[in-house]
């Protein structure tokens, strides 16, 4: 058996709040990844499955290696279809927000949830949540949105509904977000929810060849040169950095998430603890980071690249040139040893 950790107060109100409602729209941050979307069409076959009609919205186009999930075709892409995903927000009696914390996250299908009527809820492992839902069920401390939700919908007393298909999508979004329960996989819990999943008729092998080891001749290629010909590693001060300017991505024939992992490969060196990835975009920066132990990476992004995110996983944006990005980085090397690296050996 799982442990409680869940208000009791916000699952009732939750469970209300399903129970009013006849149309939902589920929505889910920018560039939704695994988790993302592992939890939305979880959530929405779920629902689905007691009779009601719902929608899930998502600000762009989700990554083509997770096209494959149940239900993924049907999701409507705000920003090829703003006007249909403004009418199904405006005719929503509930929406529901996963696996971001705060409206911005949702890029311009911000300004539709903003001005709905309709009660709004939050299921989310980030840190710090926005007060623009209630419930708000936040718990940071969790792997995962996918985890999180198991752990609602079971209190929600749904568990006989999720079928095999809501059942990949979870496991999709937990092993996404652990790296297949490589890293942020120390809770107990975790692996008794794996297993009940598998109940459900989960092809474990083939979802994690789908999910985490299959690439196309491109992006092997390119994470090739990446590693070879462009990653930096400061061993004096446990640091790894990649950088990958647009030409070069277009050499590789980049296509969106071709670069998905890249970032944690050089955390695989003994002594690096942590890694940084800058992939220039049109006019700023794309910055991503990961570390192991508790340097916190979510507090570099945050106060340096106004991003944030988890202790061990984080992201940003640099307003600025690759190098001038790059250079950023390199002269917080010190800064970084001194406050993190060097303090834990005291």
Do not use: W
Request: proline share 4%; charged share 25%; net charge negative.
């Amino acid at each position: 058996m799982i442990s409680r950790v869940l208000d009791e107060k916000k699952i009732k109100k939750l469970a209300r709040l399903i129970d009013g409602a006849q149309r939902i729209a589920i929505t889910t941050h920018l560039s939704p990844d695994g988790d993302a979307m592992g939890s939305s069409l979880a959530f929405a076959r779920v629902l689905s499955n007691i009779g009601k009609d719902v929608a899930v919205i998502v600000p762009d186009q989700p990554l083509q290696q997770l096209m494959f999930l149940p239900g993924a075709k049907d999701v409507i892409v705000g920003s090829a279809y703003p006007d249909f995903a403004e009418s199904l927000f405006a005719k929503a009696d509930l929406i529901v927000c996963l696996d971001f914390n705060e409206l911005s996250r949702i890029d311009r299908l911000a300004q539709y949830v903003g001005k709905s009527e309709a009660p709004k809820v939050m299921i989310d492992h980030h840190l710090n949540p926005g007060d623009f839902a209630d419930p708000t069920i936040s718990h940071p401390e969790m792997s995962s949105t996918c985890l999180l939700l198991f752990r609602v919908l079971c209190r929600l007393e749904l568990f006989n509904l999720i079928d095999k298909e809501a059942a990949t999508c979870l496991l999709a979004g937990m092993m996404t977000d652990t790296g297949n329960f490589a890293y942020n996989a120390s809770d107990p819990d975790a692996y008794i929810i794996e297993a009940e999943l598998v109940r459900k008729g989960v092809d474990k092998v083939d979802l994690y060849n789908r999910l985490l080891n299959r690439t196309t001749e491109n992006c092997l290629r390119l994470t090739s040169y990446a590693l070879l010909e462009k990653m930096e590693v400061f061993h004096d001060f446990g640091a790894a950095l990649i950088c990958l300017t647009r030409q070069e991505l277009n050499r590789f024939h980049y296509v969106k998430g071709d670069t998905e992992g890249l970032v944690n490969r050089p955390l695989a060196i003994p002594g690096i603890v942590y890694s940084a990835f800058l992939r220039e975009e049109d006019g700023y920066v794309k910055v991503s980071m990961r570390s192991q132990g508790d340097f916190p990476v979510n507090v570099l992004c945050k106060e340096y690249f106004g991003g944030g995110g988890h202790l061990n996983a984080s992201g940003g944006e640099f307003n600025g040139s690759l190098e001038e990005c790059a250079e950023l980085f390199r002269s917080l090397l010190e800064t970084n040893k001194e406050k993190y690296i060097d303090k834990k050996s005291e």
